[in-house]
């Protein structure tokens, strides 16, 4: 992997347009539909029932605006690749994740990721192919959430970590998490009149 130190994350423009030139180099259409973690929906596949299918969905769980800078501008401060990832394409857009973890430094360009070196980002451009938009709730409550292989978009942002940031400025720690939790619990417990 390419020396940390010397690297400099571009601006998010910057990043995008380089994104954008990459997937129009290989035919992909260069309007991005930004997607998270909470919108990937693995399925059984029946022909191959070690294997699953891959769609996504927006109508139960859909990214704010600007939802992808924001993820970008938390992955660019670690010292882990920070990578842009096409799932494919639907309705004319390229169905795009951000992704970031020391687990893309063995990547290679025989694997579909273009390194961006002096970044510290790859491009997984991928290739042509149709995602499915899935529409049905009763598919979307069946999704395989656990005992899954491990997959590159395990590694991709989370719309919560996008919501928090948002509304706190950072994403929070577990420990506040639970604290949450604890407060809203608290918070719905009649009192006794004294």
Known sequence: MENRSE???PSFDEAQSA???ALQQRGLPTQCLWIFDENLCFESNPGEPSD???GFQIQFASPPPEAERVAYEYFADFEEPLVFYCLGSS???SVCLMLCDKWFESKSEQEGYLRQAEWGVYFRPGEAKEVEEITQVERWKNRIIRNRPLHDLDFCMTLRAVHEILAHGYALSSYEHFALKFLHLWSKTP????
Do not use: N, Q, V, Y
């Open 7 to 9: 690297w400099k994350r």
């Open 19 to 21: 994104w954008e030139a």
């Open 52 to 54: 699953f299918k891959l």
């Open 91 to 93: 309705g004319g857009k």
């Open 191 to 194: 009192r006794r009149a004294e």
